[in-house]
């Protein structure tokens, strides 16, 4: 795709306090293309998460939205400009209702169209419009998170372990939705545990090692030889 990426990083270092965690990372992403965030725990792929959202500062390099850099502005900064994170563990208002926490995420770029189209990627949703977020099923809550995400109708949208403690089943139907966000012409970062469902949506495959990347690229020569590494780390 010509043009600037939609997303990029380049030399991302962050951490917490005295510990650097996440060093030297680079990655791109096109408008339509799902990155999959793969490594084992620890690895620093929340951290790369929370750095690209602006949840914490990073200590050097650059985020860039359509080549505009991003790194200084804050999450919310981020969101109006089109960056959305579904943070791990979901962080629903528990006592508002579905609709409520929807439109908590209607940002500056929103419009009815974008709930419309909540509605139509999660159609459960509207009969749960009116019921406490904190009443619903993991799942469910996990698709308001979603959907909160993309009232804002972000052009990048980074997914922090979303199938986290949820049913195959469940997985199955968000990383569907995931696969149609994508479809939209949003760049997607997906952090994911199940590695080989990651895969099989993904454009291009990212793992973290330590904080470091070590593998970079398309997911198809991806090799259980090279996950093994990544996982164990024993090369
Ligand atoms: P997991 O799958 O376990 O969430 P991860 O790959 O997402 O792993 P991170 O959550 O990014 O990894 O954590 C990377 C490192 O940063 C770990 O060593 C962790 O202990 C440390 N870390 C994470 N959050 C904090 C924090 N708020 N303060 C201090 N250290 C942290």
Do not use: C
């Not at 917490?16 to 792929?45: F, I, M, S």
């Not at 563990?89 to 500056?108: H, M, P, S, W, Y």
């Amino acid at each position: 795709a010509g043009g600037p990426a939609r997303l990029t990083a380049t030399g991302l270092t962050a951490g917490y306090g005295q510990a650097t965690v996440l060093h030297d990372v680079d990655l791109e992403l096109h408008a339509g293309q799902v990155l999959a965030v793969l490594g084992a725990n620890g690895a620093g792929k929340s951290t790369l998460a929370k750095s690209l959202a602006g949840m914490i500062p990073i200590r050097s390099g650059t985020v860039s939205l359509d080549g505009a850099p991003i790194d200084q502005l804050s999450s919310f900064q981020r969101v109006r400009k089109g960056l959305a994170l579904v943070p791990e563990g979901r962080r629903l208002f528990a006592d508002l209702t579905v609709r409520e926490n929807l439109e908590l995420g209607v940002g500056a770029r929103s419009t009815h169209q974008s709930l419309d189209r909540i509605h139509e990627l999660f159609p459960k949703l509207t009969e749960l419009s009116g019921r406490a977020a904190g009443a619903l099923s993991g799942g469910e809550q996990q698709m308001v998170a979603i959907g909160r995400a993309l009232a804002s109708e972000p052009k990048v949208i980074v997914f922090d372990e979303l199938s986290l403690g949820l049913a195959p089943v469940v997985v199955d139907r968000l990383l569907e939705a995931v696969d149609e966000i994508a479809a939209w012409g949003t760049a997607v970062v997906l952090i994911e545990q199940n590695v080989h469902r990651a895969l099989a949506l993904a454009d291009e495959a990212l793992v973290l090692r330590q904080g470091r990347v070590v593998f970079r690229g398309d997911p198809a020569a991806f090799s259980d030889e090279a996950l093994r590494l990544a996982y164990l780390g024993t090369d």
